[in-house]
């Protein structure tokens, strides 16, 4: 069993900048892209950005392309993602998950183990 927790999230300026942390539980971690996904009030849950077992392969929703980076520390079982230059439209909950391969998806189904969420608020 694979355990996510995410950590990170709260209240920020437009503007400003938070890392969110995800750590994973499991000895396999390393053998799995991890994605990042958020979900406002209202609307679909949708994919941030992805990356790559080892690291070598990253990919990015336009909306957060140039703004936000993920990275990852096998040895620590985390996967980050740093986001920069927040807007309001960036409010949400935002979930770690872990693919079901080792390569980079945008596709919510590729992915089998979720975290709770953390709350990613930015006032304007």
């Known amino acids: 069993q694979v355990q996510l927790v995410e950590s990170g999230g709260g209240l920020v300026q437009a503007g400003g900048s938070l890392r969110l942390s995800c750590a994973a539980s499991?000895?396999?971690?390393?053998?799995?892209?991890m994605g990042w996904f958020r979900q406002a009030p209202g609307k679909e849950r949708e994919f941030v950005a992805a990356?790559?077992?080892?690291?070598?392969?990253?990919y990015y929703a336009d909306s957060v392309k140039g703004r936000f980076t993920i990275s990852r520390a096998n040895a620590k079982n985390t996967v980050y993602l740093q986001m920069n230059s927040l807007k309001p439209e960036d409010t949400a909950v935002y979930y770690c998950?872990?693919?079901?391969?080792?390569?980079?998806?945008?596709?919510?189904?590729?992915?089998?183990?979720w975290g709770q969420g953390t709350q990613v608020t930015v006032s304007s």
């Open positions: 499991g000895r396999t971690f390393s053998s799995y892209a």
């Open positions: 990356i790559s077992w080892n690291g070598g392969s990253t």
């Open positions: 998950a872990r693919a079901q391969r080792y390569y980079t998806s945008s596709y919510y189904y590729d992915y089998d183990y």
